[in-house]
């Protein structure tokens, strides 16, 4: 009989009942490290008082109005936005792949508005992930998630990731952007180096392409920046954001430069509940913290830590750990024993990570997090792999 929640998730036999910052408390008592922070979603840890604050005051004065008509918080959270990056003008929605969404849909757009309707197709890359709506399964291009779901949204046209010569020979006439996350999360912790983003920056502007970054995953201070893409200095034309905004209260958002967004008319696009009241207080709330100005330094800092402790793993376990990979508090683990297993064992010892393609551990700390939970963190990663080879080998011993 299936289960009353559709069964598409592999979930652990596992649930929480309470956080404290950077800890999750199961319906036991027994407390978890989360190192898996909702998938980079609880960027401030879990109730902090300053999100929780806003989100009870909001609460207790207005949930919801619609977009028919004003909402203060939408305009100060987007004001802010466009002060603290390259963007001209916000759109909010609830998830990141409505982000992504408007994002495509912002290019075709902005080359229909120009007479050039006909260039609608976005450039995206090998292992990408934009979401799992279907013109999301078609950014993103993976067969796993494509199969079974009728013909792929056309208008996507993949090439290897990092490959310039690729990118080169897939613009077309038809081009309407390029999509890239500047970090490939889901996909393994794969970067692009800045010297590639430039170069498809270059691209954009000389063929007439919009550049759109994913940032779902990596922005909001994850990689020790407000944004990843300060890290290269190239600015994209369009940007989706969602994860951290909402420190856990469900918000997306697509930043874009006033030319990027010039098709975008009244009427062209909406959502129901994106941008309302209680999200908006959250996502303020979200930024009065990360905005400070020694919150973004403090997480470089531990990322610093965290990246030089975790360094020494693979010689320590050569037979567990190949590299340690990412930037900031967005790090992979590559490993030999199959990833979902080794997740399990650290599970087991109370440490949450998160796998990603490419037999990758994520780890996605909180983004207040402090070097003894690095520690903490690292006591059992060790722990788990001096367990891991004895346990490993009995199937192929039986
Ligand atoms: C999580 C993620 C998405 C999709 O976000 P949802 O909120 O699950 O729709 C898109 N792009 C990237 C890079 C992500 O990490």
Same mark, same amino acid.
């Given at each position: 009989? $299936?289960?009353?929640? &559709?069964?598409?998730?592999? /979930?652990?036999?596992? +649930?929480?009942?309470? @956080? %404290?910052?950077?800890?999750? #408390? ?73 982000? $992504?969404?408007?994002? &495509?849909?912002?290019?075709? /757009?902005?080359?229909? +508005?120009?007479?050039? @309707? %006909?260039?609608?197709?976005? #450039? ?82 000389? /063929? ?191």
């Amino acid at each position: 009989m $299936i289960p009353s929640v &559709l069964p598409t998730y592999s /979930r652990a036999d596992l +649930a929480f009942v309470r @956080g %404290e910052g950077a800890y999750l #408390i199961a319906e036991d008592g027994t407390r978890y490290l989360d190192f898996g922070a909702g998938i980079a979603v609880n960027a401030l840890g879990h109730a902090h008082p300053k999100l929780v604050a806003a989100l009870s005051e909001q609460a207790s004065r207005l949930w919801h109005t619609s977009n028919l008509y004003r909402v203060p918080g939408q305009e100060r959270l987007a004001r802010r936005l466009v002060e603290a990056t390259f963007a001209d003008t916000v759109f909010f929605g609830n998830s990141g792949v409505e982000a $992504i969404e408007c994002a &495509l849909k912002m290019a075709r /757009r902005f080359h229909y +508005a120009r007479g050039e @309707g %006909e260039r609608f197709r976005t #450039i995206t890359f090998e292992g990408a992930f934009h979401g799992r709506t279907l013109a999301a399964i078609a950014a993103g291009g993976q067969p796993k998630y494509l199969e079974g779901f009728g013909p792929k949204v056309e208008g996507f046209d993949q090439v290897p990731f990092g490959d310039l010569r690729a990118v080169d020979a897939a613009v077309a006439q038809t081009s309407a952007a390029i999509l890239i996350e500047p970090i490939q999360g889901e996909g393994g912790l794969c970067p692009a180096t800045p010297e590639f983003l430039r170069a498809l920056r270059r691209l954009c502007d000389e /063929r007439g392409l919009l550049l759109i970054f994913d940032e779902v995953q990596t922005g909001v201070g994850r990689t020790g920046k407000l944004f990843a893409y300060e890290w290269s200095g190239v600015e994209p034309d369009i940007m989706a954001i969602a994860k951290g905004i909402g420190g856990g209260f469900p918000i997306g958002a697509c930043l874009a430069t006033e030319r990027a967004a010039s098709g975008m008319t009244v009427g062209s696009h909406a959502s129901t509940f994106g941008g309302n009241p209680l999200a908006m207080a959250v996502g303020n709330a979200v930024l009065d913290v990360v905005l400070a100005p020694e919150f973004l330094p403090r997480v470089e800092r531990v990322a610093n830590f965290a990246r030089q402790q975790l360094a020494a793993l693979p010689s320590e376990y050569p037979h567990i750990f190949e590299d340690v990979r990412g930037q900031g508090l967005m790090l992979g683990l590559k490993i030999k024993v199959p990833n979902t297993a080794f997740i399990d064992e650290l599970r087991e010892r109370k440490l949450l990570a998160v796998a990603a393609g490419g037999n990758v551990v994520r780890l996605l700390p909180p983004l207040i997090v402090e070097e003894d939970h690095v520690r903490e963190a690292l006591r059992i990663l060790g722990e788990a792999a001096a367990a891991f080879p004895a346990r490993a080998t009995e199937p192929e011993a039986a």
